[in-house]
């Protein structure tokens, strides 16, 4: 084998080889996903029942529909931001909830307003007072990408839900859980509660699919260009 024919089997092999490797990571990343998003649908779903004033494995809990009593502490809303609604930037709100069962003081992500509406002032109606019964999701942390930006709790601003940083800012005991409200109206419309996103976006098929196709076009066109130099080589001998 010429040395220009070696080097096309050197550099083609590692290259087909990677691109199987990276497809299938997809095809693992894609089970896994699908069954995040099963386990959540089926959790989502499940009937509506009391919140523990302890919840001992928040884990079982995530993403179950519950409820409870209590009222708002409005004076300490924060804000999580570069969050859209129906393709539109705004917020969510979340602020510090006291149970009246004596479950304590949880954390409720109340829903998305515009920019117009960060402030409560411009959304008095919403901000009830007195006993509220609460009904929605229990979720947990979320893991920033690389290019989430850092949370600013000095600006009562987060980019990312860290609950041991939120709870802090409260002047709370730390939990492992908040709830998202659900979809029932607020007074004047805003909040806009039911923003849990229950389904990861799932688009590992196609990559896998992208990368086994290169695997193959790399196979294919490494294949037909060592039998072109082979012809050619036995053309030159003829």
């Known amino acids: 084998m ?3 024919h070696r080097w096309i089997v050197f550099v ?18 894609l089970v896994w996903k699908n069954g995040v998003n099963e386990y959540r649908q089926v959790q989502s779903q499940s009937e509506a029942a009391v919140l523990p004033i302890e919840v001992a494995d928040v884990d079982a ?7 409870f009593e209590g009222v708002f502490r409005h004076d300490q809303e924060m804000y999580l931001g570069a ?11 979340i602020t510090p909830f006291e149970r009246r069962d004596g479950g ?28 509220v019964r609460i009904e ?8 920033p ?34 709830v998202d409200a659900g979809p029932t109206a607020n007074p004047g419309g805003y909040p806009i ?26 196979a294919g066109i490494t294949y037909l260009m060592l039998r072109s130099a082979r012809r050619k080589k036995a053309e030159s001998c003829s």
């Open 2 to 4: 010429r040395r220009a």
């Open 12 to 29: 083609a092999i590692p290259g087909v080889l990677i691109l199987l490797a990276l497809g299938s990571w997809q095809v693992h990343r």
């Open 61 to 67: 809990m995530l993403y179950r529909p519950v409820w």
């Open 83 to 93: 969050r859209s609604y129906n393709g539109n930037v705004g917020y969510h709100v």
């Open 104 to 131: 304590g003081v949880l954390l409720i992500n109340r829903g998305w307003v515009p920019p117009d509406r960060k402030d409560p002032v411009h959304r008095a109606d919403g901000q009830v007072s007195g006993l």
């Open 136 to 143: 929605g999701l229990v979720v947990s942390s979320n893991i």
């Open 145 to 178: 990408g690389w290019l989430t930006p850092e949370n600013v709790p000095e600006e009562n601003f987060w980019y990312w839900v860290d609950l041991p940083s939120l709870y802090s800012q409260a002047n709370l005991a730390p939990l492992d859980y908040l």
């Open 193 to 218: 509660g039911g923003q849990t996103k229950t389904e990861l976006r799932n688009e590992h098929l196609q990559y896998a699919v992208i990368w086994f196709a290169l695997a193959v076009c790399l």
